[in-house]
């Protein structure tokens, strides 16, 4: 415990304002004590110590031009975290709160998150601070164009290989693919969640939301229960949002809320196919405000609150938790609530969505709780599919993804509750996941001696 609290000390010393990415440390370092004792050789080599200092940390301009013919400037980031035991692998954030904490936090957590996946990926993540929202198309491509026209030096299919996440989509992958294609002039597997003319992978869109549906179902099976009847929350409307409220359709669930960041909709009747339909062509294709299914279906909406403030305030009955907007949504009080209201399992679509104190709550009432890094890792693994798709220049079917995908999901769920069990932390998923992605990485870092 001594040496994990050094670190992070040593962590909140150096970088103070980099809150986002001090809670992520202490989140994973807490779970590691228990690793120390077995493997001095860690210690000896200051694994621990490397792990939390980034590869490399790129920070550039993009400065582009707006449609009234004014230039525009923005940062542009990219964390090389650790390539330990893969090409450098994460998404990009275009959102105007991206800074370099939330790139570290990210490129941290993507590193035992892609160990936990099984396939042969390092971690990394980048992204802006530009604002794609009100921007019209062509402004977004420019965005797109300038931003890959520095990033492309320090990508490549073997090197570092981005995708999407919050503000980046497949319009946004498209345009960045392109320009990249244009001036290195290489068709390769740089990016993933591309187009699937142009080598993206079926289920890549689904995988995120579909993976945490999965990785649900698994936890619950471990007591017993089922998806099947249960009433599901969701939070946000974006991607891994969408999918989930699919797959939790499938398996019988009702989900009664989505949210935006102007605010919630509760629908008690739940959101079936034909409204999930109606949010997919508002969100994607019209990029509206969750507002509108409000109007549209006579439900109640909730302005400038989070899914989590209409649970508590309106002491929404609940079963299932699935926070899939951003960090830190969920703090004590919050998770105070879903207890009270019902709520046995939370899983973590979104990186971070649970603020420390109420993972301490989930584990205080032995609620399940699947973190981050194992329960949204259904994203990141279906893109290493589309890389091994890629390298081998085939295409797989969307039945042969999605077995790949939900047998992976299987298989995170097993190394987690293993490690846990094999660290003295039976059924604590959030040690479990920790201890497992880490230990792989740990393992190739050590073996590689001081480099
Ligand atoms: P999208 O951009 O598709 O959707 C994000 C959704 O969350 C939108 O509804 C957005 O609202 C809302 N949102 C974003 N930021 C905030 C905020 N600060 N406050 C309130 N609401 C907010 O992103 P994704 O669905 O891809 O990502 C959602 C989460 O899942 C993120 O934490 C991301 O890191 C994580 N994730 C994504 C993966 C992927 O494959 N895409 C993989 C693994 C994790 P609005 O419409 O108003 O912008
Ligand atoms: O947080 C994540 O895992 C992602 N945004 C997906 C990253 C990827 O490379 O597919």
């Known amino acids: 415990m001594r040496v994990m609290q050094e670190i992070i000390a040593k962590v909140e010393e150096k970088d103070p304002q980099q809150t986002e990415f001090i809670q992520a440390v202490t989140e994973v370092l807490d779970s590691l004590d228990s690793t120390v004792d077995r493997h001095p050789e860690f210690v000896k080599a200051k694994i621990y110590e490397r792990i939390v200092e980034p590869d490399r940390t790129i920070i550039f301009r993009v400065p582009w031009v707006d449609d009234t013919g004014e230039v525009r400037v923005n940062r542009g980031f990219r964390v090389q975290f650790n390539n330990a035991i893969g090409p450098y692998k994460g998404g990009l954030r275009f959102h105007p709160s991206v800074n370099l904490s939330i790139v570290k936090f990210l490129g941290f957590e993507q590193t035992f998150k892609n160990s936990l996946t099984t396939l042969p990926m390092g971690g990394g993540k980048g992204g802006s601070d530009f604002n794609p929202r009100g921007k019209s198309d062509a402004e977004v491509m420019r965005f797109c164009q300038a931003f890959m026209r520095e990033l492309y030096r320090h990508i490549g299919p073997d090197v570092d290989v981005p995708a999407g996440d919050i503000g980046v989509g497949g319009r946004e992958i498209g345009y960045l693919y392109g320009y990249y294609k244009k001036i290195v002039n290489e068709h390769s597997g740089v990016l993933t969640g591309k187009g699937l003319e142009y080598g993206g992978s079926l289920i890549r869109p689904e995988a995120t939301g579909y993976g945490s549906v999965y990785f649900s179902a698994e936890m619950l099976t471990t007591r017993d229960e089922s998806l099947e009847g249960k009433t599901a929350v969701v939070s946000g409307a974006g991607n891994v949002a969408q999918y989930t409220v699919e797959k939790l359709n499938r398996f019988g669930a009702k989900v009664v809320t989505l949210s935006d960041s102007s605010g919630s909709i509760v629908d008690e009747a739940g959101i079936d196919a034909e409204k999930l339909a109606f949010v997919m062509e508002l969100k994607n294709v019209r990029r509206g405000r969750i507002k509108e299914y409000a109007e549209k279906y006579n439900v109640p909406y ?116 293993d490690a846990a069990e094999a660290y003295g932390k039976p059924g604590d998923y959030l040690a479990g996941a920790n201890i497992a992605g880490f230990i792989k990485v740990a393992k190739a870092m050590y073996a590689y001696g001081i480099v």
């Open 302 to 417: 909730y302005a400038a609150k989070s899914v989590w403030d209409v649970v508590r305030e309106q002491n929404l009955p609940l079963d299932l938790a699935y926070p899939s907007a951003t960090e830190n949504e969920i703090d004590a009080a919050d998770a105070q609530a879903l207890v009270a209201n019902g709520c046995i399992c939370v899983t973590e679509g979104a990186n971070m969505p649970s603020t420390l104190e109420a993972i301490r709550v989930y584990q205080e009432a032995g609620i399940l709780f699947g973190p981050a890094k194992a329960a949204n890792a259904g994203g990141v693994a279906t893109s290493g599919l589309e890389m091994s798709q890629n390298s081998m220049r085939l295409a797989w079917s969307r039945q042969e993804v999605d077995r790949r995908l939900r047998d992976i999901m299987k298989s995170i769920h097993r190394a987690a509750l």
